[in-house]
């Protein structure tokens, strides 16, 4: 199925992270929340792990304070089991009802499985595995759709060619540095899956630009990633538009893309985002964007080939 989706998820991986439950620090947390629900954007992305379970928790609260709708907006993930790495039928059922319970709803739109590094595609994908746990929980109406959400292309790739989920979530490999993702989105659009593409900025160097400690895709940038992004700013500069425009504006306008996921931490990011969003990229700068050539990207998904 293809649920009906926004550009722009908006995502909530920080969301109450170090906050004590009934503190003042929560309580802006929720506020935070309620901007985020009152958004114009369909869904908010989270997980059974985010914040150690504060992101479910906080935005649990959040849907208390607004009431049912905010109940239909929230994706959220299964997660290995914190101090074993299970992550069998068994532990996403447990992963699933720790979410319900915090978030205070009897079901989700989507469900992801995420991360699935702690078992292999074998044990994930056979009896008693982790997806046989996610097909029930569709089937019993519990969810309407599942997906799978994490990186390494060699292993999603897997995953989508199964034909079992409906949605697919990928991050950091779909941006202007690197595309590696673009074939296996490719295969899950012509399966009529949900694409989500997550992290357009790199979760770093493509927000900040070229400069001491910028990261992408959670790892330091190269020298050489440096200089093809100062020549990416320079491009940007000539159009006279921002490099994170651009960034997200590479995902927002891919056919492969259904919607991008954007993690944020403030209402400030969100205007941004926002107005992100509404900023005109001229065609000419994606010709321009191409005479760079391959960007020298820090990913490396040899470990899971």
Known sequence: MTLNVSPLTLGTSGLGRDTAPGSPEEDAAVAFAQQLFASTHAFLDTSNNYAGGRSEAVLGRAIARIGTDAATRVISKVDAEPETGAFDRDRVLRSFDETVTRLGVDRLPLLHLHDPYTVTFDEAMGRGGAVEGLVELRESGRVDAIGVAAGPIGLMARYVGTGVFDAVLIH??????????????????????????????????????????????????????????????????????????????????????????????????????????????????????????????????????
């Not at 295969?187 to 593409?197: I, L, P, S, Y």
């Open 172 to 305: 950091n490999r779909f941006t202007v540095v690197d595309s590696s993702a673009a074939p296996v989105f490719a295969d899950a659009h012509e399966r009529g899956m949900t694409v989500f593409n997550a992290a357009p900025f790199g979760a770093g160097i493509l927000s900040t630009g070229a400069k001491e400690g910028a990261m992408y895709g959670y790892r330091p940038a190269t020298p050489e990633l440096q200089e093809w992004v100062s020549r990416l700013e320079r491009v940007c500069a000539s159009f006279g538009v921002s490099l994170p425009a651009v960034a997200l504006h590479y995902s927002l306008r891919s056919p492969l893309v259904d919607s991008t996921v954007v993690g944020l931490s403030s209402a400030p990011r969100l205007d941004q985002l926002d107005q992100l969003e509404a900023t005109p990229v001229p065609e000419e700068l994606w010709t321009e964007l191409e005479s760079l050539g391959p960007a020298p990207s820090t990913i490396d998904d040899s470990a899971y080939a």
